[in-house]
């Protein structure tokens, strides 16, 4: 199961993404590359305006969860269509994150060796920690619309029918290009 990262002092260094999950890049499919890091589970914030000289943010209220593409094999929040520039001049707040990918996010020995669905459990997590705490950024915990395309709408037509989402981390939601 995800488990919260410890707390840190000082600054956090920001301003580059954080790094995708682990994941076979079969670019040349004779010799696939394994890319990316087994510490992968980060959020990206994105809040449109900033109050810099009273250090808090501008209220608005939307605030959009974006959950990447890629068959659960691949991809990362990292991923375009989730970037940030769409979103900045409409006065919501973005939140992308990551979560485990493959045989690290869905392998399954159908028992409790190797539960399976860490990758959704990644998401709910995620999810609960934007509920708990987009305030702080500006956001209402109550606005929050998840979406996806492809694999990350799969995502979202899970947390629709899961237990463990339960609808209480997201009020509205948007998929793209789901196959069912």
């Given at each position: 199961?995800?488990?919260?990262?410890?707390?840190?002092?000082?600054?956090?260094?920001?301003?580059?993404?954080?790094?995708?999950?682990?994941?076979?890049?079969?670019?040349?499919?004779?010799?696939?590359?394994?890319?990316?890091?087994?510490?992968?589970?980060?959020?990206?914030?994105?809040?449109?305006?900033?109050?810099?000289?009273?250090?808090?943010c501008i209220q608005t209220e939307t605030v959009m969860a974006g959950i990447h593409w890629g068959g659960f094999l691949a991809g990362g929040s990292d991923a375009g269509y989730?970037?940030?520039?769409?979103?900045?001049?409409?006065?919501?707040?973005?939140?992308?994150?990551?979560?485990?990918?493959?045989?690290?996010?869905?392998?399954?020995?159908?028992?409790?060796?190797?539960?399976?669905?860490?990758?959704?459990?990644?998401?709910?997590?995620?999810?609960?920690?934007?509920?708990?705490?987009?305030?702080s950024y500006g956001g209402n915990p109550e606005k929050v619309t998840i979406f996806g395309q492809s694999a990350g709408a799969a995502s979202v037509h899970f947390h629709l029918?899961?237990?463990?989402?339960?609808?209480?981390?997201?009020?509205?939601?948007?998929?793209?290009?789901?196959?069912?």
């Amino acid at each position: 199961n995800p488990e919260r990262a410890d707390a840190w002092t000082g600054t956090l260094n920001a301003t580059r993404p954080s790094p995708r999950c682990a994941q076979t890049n079969y670019l040349f499919f004779n010799n696939p590359a394994i890319e990316g890091s087994k510490d992968c589970l980060y959020l990206n914030i994105y809040v449109p305006v900033m109050d810099v000289l009273n250090n808090r943010c501008i209220q608005t209220e939307t605030v959009m969860a974006g959950i990447h593409w890629g068959g659960f094999l691949a991809g990362g929040s990292d991923a375009g269509y989730l970037g940030p520039n769409y979103f900045m001049n409409r006065g919501v707040i973005l939140v992308t994150f990551n979560y485990r990918l493959g045989i690290f996010g869905f392998l399954s020995t159908l028992d409790n060796a190797a539960p399976g669905n860490f990758g959704l459990k990644d998401q709910v997590m995620a999810l609960k920690w934007i509920k708990q705490n987009i305030g702080s950024y500006g956001g209402n915990p109550e606005k929050v619309t998840i979406f996806g395309q492809s694999a990350g709408a799969a995502s979202v037509h899970f947390h629709l029918v899961s237990k463990a989402s339960n609808g209480e981390q997201f009020h509205n939601y948007v998929m793209q290009k789901i196959v069912l």
